[in-house]
């Protein structure tokens, strides 16, 4: 397989189709999963973008949804529960030729990996996280996650939910995301063309794709998600920070799912700043963590 150098610069091109891109791993989740169709979603858009696999990484959590590197042919590393973000940017830090594909759930990143998302925003690390927000915990059996609806009973919570919802699409926002993005899983159509413009894009890219668990999330099925789910209109100014926080809370007001585009920026990423920094330093013109090491041996 002969790779080019794919004009991002970042991404090497090949001509492959989406079944090239996938493992023959017996399938693990249940039938009716929106797992599914993210899986699909990023298939296709590996596919179109040409990249060549020994140049892609998929780094995963814990959860059904950070099991999708299983059926992915690429490097792959599925790391401790809501840790795929600190692994992710060591790994794109340390090389950062290669495309790094997150994927993983709304427990895994939104509960106990919380507290490294807005890092992941504000340090513009350049990557694509994909959520597959169920609203759920699907793997331990259905409890109630940080973007669980009061209205449903869970296993923690039989009575119905006392909080309020995370919304991961304001979060990311507030959090200084450059490249932010919604699709109900089901929709494979925009959800691969989000991932495809997210993994070009240069930068911190975050896609959430509301992905049905039909097992152990009764209220939030895919009809549910597809009938709330709404495109953005035309004119929706994706690089305008204030029209993206107002398209959100207008649509949340409404008791809709905005999706689309919501907005896209360009900002320095974390490894542009650090190869200026080990410029000023330490005289390298190009980033490389290799050289750096040997910099620090006695
Ligand atoms: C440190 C730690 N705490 C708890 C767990 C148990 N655990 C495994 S997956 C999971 C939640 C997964 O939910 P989510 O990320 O939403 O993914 P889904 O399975 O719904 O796709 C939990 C609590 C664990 N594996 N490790």
Redesign the pocket.
Known sequence: MNAILHPQMHLHKVELKPKDYKTDAPSFWCAGCG?YGVLTGLLRALAEIGIDQNYLVNVSG?????RLPYFVNSYKMHT??GRAGPVATGVQLARPDLSVVIT??????FS?GGGHMPHLARKNVNMIYIL?D?H?????KG?C?PTSRPEMQTTTTPYGGVEEPLDPIMYMLTYGATYVAQAFAGNVKLASQLIKDGMEHKGFAFVNLLSQ?PSFNNIDTAQTFKDACEQLPDDHDASDLGAAMNAVRAAKQACRIPTGLIYRTERPTLDQRMAKLVENVGGHKDYDLRKIIDLARP
């Open positions: 797992h814990i959860g059904c949804s950070s401790l529960h993983g759930g709304d427990g895994d990143g106990i597959m169920n759920v915990y699907g793997l331990t409890q996650s668990c």
